[in-house]
């Protein structure tokens, strides 16, 4: 099992930058493909990117390519988001989930597929 704690979320004017931090519990972080997904008030969590157990493959929503990317570090236990080029559409809880696979290069796309996610970390973009 693992436990997924979510930090560098805040206010932020459109335009600016974010990047926010999951740092998982345990030692088989590197058996887990990650991914960030969004939670708008009463929607549905919309997936943002993924990223392979290696960190060799990732994948980002459409309307976020470009804008959000996705690193790990296995030596530190932690999944990154970097965001750019901030939008006021993009406030919501970003949420860090996690799956155990056996594939390395595997990306998951789809919330039912994560089995571990953590509380989220608010982020705010003002127009």
């Known amino acids: 099992q693992v436990q997924l704690v979510e930090s560098g979320g805040g206010l932020v004017q459109a335009g600016g930058s974010l990047r926010l931090s999951c740092v998982a519990s345990?030692?088989?972080?590197?058996?887990?493909?990650m991914a960030w997904f969004r939670q708008a008030p009463g929607k549905e969590p919309e997936f943002v990117v993924a990223?392979?157990?290696?960190?060799?493959?990732?994948y980002s929503a459409d309307s976020m390519k470009g804008r959000f990317t996705a690193s790990r570090d296995n030596a530190k236990n932690t999944v990154y988001l970097q965001m750019n080029s901030l939008k006021p559409e993009d406030t919501a809880v970003y949420l860090c989930?996690?799956?155990?696979?056996?594939?390395?290069?595997?990306?998951?796309?789809?919330?039912?597929?994560?089995?571990?996610w953590g509380q989220g970390t608010q982020v705010t973009v003002s127009s």
């Open positions: 989930a996690a799956v155990l696979t056996s594939n390395s290069a595997t990306i998951y796309r789809q919330a039912t597929q994560y089995d571990y």
């Open positions: 990223i392979s157990r290696s960190g060799g493959s990732t």
């Open positions: 345990g030692r088989t972080f590197s058996s887990y493909g």
